[in-house]
């Protein structure tokens, strides 16, 4: 393993809260995709969040991340008002996150793409030649198995996806947001996320994890959000939210099924 310290400045699991989100609303065209929605992160945990198509989920990435301004509600990191801040401020002030669809520079090397990450981020390494020898360490600790010289076009699914992750790790970020990121993975890739992720929360880190594969979900995470129509379900642990009627009626109530298997 790396030693790259990929975690954010200091510190292991407490319950101090990272990430409030309180009273959401996000009005999409015609669409309430947030409605009233409140929770809180604690520090250093994994909260994954399951839910239909159209429950918000994304929605709520977006929120939290500045790309989508609530109409109602307040977006809190360690206590401090980032509501509808852009995204190069919630970045800045510690926020990151991957997308389910990859988003890369085309036109850039796998590395390249990592080291604008980590040029504009929160590691405060400005050199280029630094930059790009931190992208190849975090590179290395997400498993991508390409060259590191390769453009995005050129990339497998895998690699494409773990492309996705090393940028957001890039930023070291406090709160990490991820949107399907082991999705499609085959079986041994999607172990090597899940002990990357349990790693990360060590280092007091924070993730929000979307992701449709109740099995992925299961293994990984301290609490489930289950969301349906811009709600907030239920919260509560894998295990309280799989024996939940209201959360499973979401999933296999005849709308929605999503495979328990990975
Ligand atoms: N740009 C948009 N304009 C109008 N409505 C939108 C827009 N983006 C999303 N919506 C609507 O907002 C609601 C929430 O969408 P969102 O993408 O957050 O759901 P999701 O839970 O992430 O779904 P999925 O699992 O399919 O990614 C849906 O009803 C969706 O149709």
């Given at each position: 393993m790396s030693a790259v310290s990929v975690g954010p400045a200091a510190g292991g699991p407490d319950a101090e809260p990272a990430l409030e989100v309180r009273g959401l609303g996000v009005r999409l065209g015609e669409t309430w995709a947030l409605r009233d929605l409140t929770l809180v992160l604690p520090r250093g945990r994994i909260i994954g969040v399951v839910g239909p198509n159209g429950a918000g989920k994304s929605t709520l990435i977006n929120v939290i991340c500045g790309q989508v301004a609530p109409h109602r509600g307040r977006v809190l990191l360690y206590g401090r008002d980032i509501t509808g801040a852009p995204p190069w401020r919630t970045v800045a002030a510690g926020v990151a996150r991957t997308f389910q669809e990859p988003r890369a520079f085309a036109d850039m090397s796998a590395r390249e793409n990592v080291a604008t990450g980590v040029r504009n981020g929160r590691y405060r390494i400005r050199g280029r030649r630094a930059a790009l020898a931190l992208?190849?360490?975090?590179?290395?600790?997400?498993?991508?198995?390409?060259?590191?010289?390769?453009?995005?076009?050129?990339?497998?699914?895998?690699?494409?996806?773990?492309?996705?992750?090393?940028?957001?790790?890039?930023?070291?970020?406090?709160?990490?947001?991820?949107?399907?990121?082991?999705?499609?993975?085959?079986?041994?890739?999607?172990?090597?996320?899940?002990?990357?992720?349990?790693?990360?929360?060590?280092?007091?880190m924070t993730i929000l994890y979307v992701e449709h594969v109740m099995k992925i979900i299961l293994a990984v995470s301290d609490q489930v959000l289950a969301m349906d129509d811009g709600r907030k379900l239920m919260v509560g642990t894998p295990q309280e939210v799989l024996a939940d009627p209201r959360s499973m009626e979401s999933y296999l109530g005849g709308r929605h099924v999503y495979p328990l298997g990975g």
């Amino acid at each position: 393993m790396s030693a790259v310290s990929v975690g954010p400045a200091a510190g292991g699991p407490d319950a101090e809260p990272a990430l409030e989100v309180r009273g959401l609303g996000v009005r999409l065209g015609e669409t309430w995709a947030l409605r009233d929605l409140t929770l809180v992160l604690p520090r250093g945990r994994i909260i994954g969040v399951v839910g239909p198509n159209g429950a918000g989920k994304s929605t709520l990435i977006n929120v939290i991340c500045g790309q989508v301004a609530p109409h109602r509600g307040r977006v809190l990191l360690y206590g401090r008002d980032i509501t509808g801040a852009p995204p190069w401020r919630t970045v800045a002030a510690g926020v990151a996150r991957t997308f389910q669809e990859p988003r890369a520079f085309a036109d850039m090397s796998a590395r390249e793409n990592v080291a604008t990450g980590v040029r504009n981020g929160r590691y405060r390494i400005r050199g280029r030649r630094a930059a790009l020898a931190l992208a190849d360490e975090l590179l290395e600790r997400v498993g991508f198995a390409s060259s590191p010289h390769a453009l995005p076009g050129w990339l497998d699914f895998a690699d494409s996806r773990r492309l996705e992750l090393a940028k957001a790790l890039a930023l070291r970020p406090r709160v990490l947001l991820l949107d399907e990121v082991l999705a499609g993975l085959r079986a041994p890739e999607v172990e090597h996320g899940l002990e990357l992720l349990s790693d990360l929360r060590t280092t007091g880190m924070t993730i929000l994890y979307v992701e449709h594969v109740m099995k992925i979900i299961l293994a990984v995470s301290d609490q489930v959000l289950a969301m349906d129509d811009g709600r907030k379900l239920m919260v509560g642990t894998p295990q309280e939210v799989l024996a939940d009627p209201r959360s499973m009626e979401s999933y296999l109530g005849g709308r929605h099924v999503y495979p328990l298997g990975g």
